[in-house]
């Protein structure tokens, strides 16, 4: 079965610094991986997915996430953090339609 | 291309009632998923349909839960008989095949319920 670990429950960073969030999956074949950022009391957005080709996504909100099969990780990270990306970070699998979330990151950004 | 929405938002209930929650795809979407997310976690997947059809429902779908989706496009989920443990966030998503294998899930607001 799929299964997704994001060993980071929060993250505290300070704006303007850079930030890495972890995500390692479980899955015998090549995934489909995806991270949403879910802010307090709302949904999910989407912030970027991996299909297939190019090892290295890009997203909106200037996030980019890396595939490393080698690793099982699919790392997502940004350059330089605003205060709006305070928010809940989640990384998913699925090999077919049904998405596999991790527990999720909280970040927070310190002025 | 309005999004998905659901309807309520928020909805608090005694134990024992009945709930129901509707979602409304992005248009032309053909592909409808509830996930239910409890604090803490990340969503967990209840149940899917192509169009009208519902293919498939997990197990943390108990006979009180049921979904429909008459004429393939919005979709209600209800909770018969609500239990303490059936507060959480439920969360629907539409989406429409990419042709890569799967397809990219857009999810709505979610309904919060809480269940005194």
Same mark, same amino acid.
């Given at each position: 079965?799929?299964?997704?670990?994001?060993?980071?429950?929060?993250?505290?960073?300070?704006?303007?610094?850079? =930030?890495?969030?972890?995500?390692?999956?479980?899955?015998?074949?090549?995934?489909?991986?995806?991270?949403?950022?879910?802010?307090?009391?709302?949904?999910?957005?989407?912030?970027?997915?991996?299909?297939?080709?190019?090892?290295?996504?890009?997203?909106?909100?200037?996030?980019?996430?890396?595939?490393?099969?080698?690793?099982?990780?699919?790392?997502?990270?940004?350059?330089?953090?605003?205060?709006?990306?305070?928010?809940?970070?989640?990384?998913?699998?699925?090999?077919?339609?049904?998405?596999?979330?991790?527990?999720?990151?909280?970040?927070?950004?310190?002025? | 291309?309005?999004?998905?929405?659901?309807?309520?938002?928020?909805?608090?209930?005694?134990?024992?009632?009945?709930?129901?929650?509707?979602?409304?795809?992005?248009?032309?979407?053909?592909? =409808?998923?509830?996930?239910?997310?409890?604090?803490?976690?990340?969503?967990?997947?209840?149940?899917?349909?192509?169009?009208?059809?519902?293919?498939?429902?997990?197990?943390?779908?108990?006979?009180?839960?049921?979904?429909?989706?008459?004429?393939?496009?919005?979709?209600? =989920?209800?909770?018969?008989?609500?239990?303490?443990?059936?507060?959480?966030?439920? =969360?629907?998503?539409?989406?429409?095949?990419?042709?890569?294998?799967?397809?990219?899930?857009?999810?709505?607001?979610?309904?919060?319920?809480?269940?005194?």
């Amino acid at each position: 079965a799929q299964s997704v670990t994001q060993p980071d429950i929060h993250i505290t960073v300070s704006e303007g610094a850079s =930030l890495e969030l972890r995500c390692n999956y479980s899955y015998g074949a090549t995934p489909y991986l995806f991270w949403y950022v879910q802010s307090p009391g709302q949904g999910l957005q989407l912030l970027l997915k991996y299909f297939s080709g190019d090892t290295l996504v890009q997203g909106i909100k200037g996030f980019e996430a890396e595939f490393k099969r080698s690793q099982s990780s699919f790392n997502l990270r940004k350059p330089s953090v605003h205060w709006s990306d305070a928010a809940e970070y989640f990384c998913a699998v699925t090999n077919d339609y049904k998405l596999s979330f991790g527990a999720g990151t909280t970040v927070t950004v310190r002025a | 291309d309005t999004g998905v929405s659901q309807d309520p938002r928020h909805k608090i209930t005694k134990r024992g009632q009945n709930v129901t929650f509707r979602c409304d795809p992005i248009s032309e979407h053909n592909r =409808l998923y509830w996930y239910r997310q409890t604090l803490g976690q990340g969503p967990e997947f209840l149940t899917y349909f192509q169009n009208e059809a519902q293919l498939e429902k997990s197990r943390l779908l108990s006979d009180r839960f049921s979904a429909e989706r008459p004429k393939g496009s919005f979709s209600t =989920l209800e909770i018969q008989r609500t239990e303490q443990g059936d507060s959480a966030m439920y =969360l629907c998503a539409s989406s429409d095949p990419d042709g890569e294998g799967t397809d990219t899930q857009y999810f709505g607001p979610g309904t919060r319920l809480t269940v005194l």
